[in-house]
């Protein structure tokens, strides 16, 4: 049930940034923007002379708030979330090295016998 209502909520949030951005758009600004073209600006248009600058402002903070609290909630299921297991999880232990050994590794990395990886080791650093 937690996937399905996780699903939900995360549907909201993107209807609810899609209407987010739309309204935006329409809201009248300083310049020639889309609201202007659908008659915000004008005393005639559907919400009236300076209805539609109030209604669309409240529109926007509701779908603000629904985008909030939907983040909130996805947040919240995440933190509840146990951990899944990673890809490094399933490895082997490494073994462990000495600090002579892989510093004469370091130091030469051909070295085919011990005395030169011994030689390797007293150089000084």
């Known amino acids: 049930m937690n996937a399905s209502l996780s699903t939900l909520v995360m549907v909201v949030q993107v209807i609810s940034a ?10 009248h600004g ?3 923007d889309m609201g202007a073209s659908f008659g ?6 559907l ?3 300076t209805g539609s600058s109030n209604f669309l402002s409240k529109s926007t903070a509701v779908a603000v ?9 996805l947040t919240s299921f995440g933190a509840n979330k146990a951990p899944s297991v990673g890809v490094m999880d ?3 232990a490494a073994k ?9 590794a370091v130091a030469v990395p051909g070295a085919a016998s011990a005395s030169a990886a011994s030689k390797a080791a007293e150089i000084p650093k």
Request: proline share 2%.
């Open 40 to 45: 915000s600006g004008a005393s005639g248009s």
């Open 65 to 73: 708030a629904v985008f909030f609290i939907a983040t909130l909630i």
């Open 90 to 92: 399933n490895l082997p």
């Open 96 to 104: 462990t090295v000495s600090a002579s050994a892989s510093a004469a």
């Open 47 to 49: 919400f009236g002379a």
């Open 18 to 27: 899609l209407v987010i951005v739309g309204l935006v758009l329409l809201q």
């Open 30 to 32: 300083k310049g020639a």
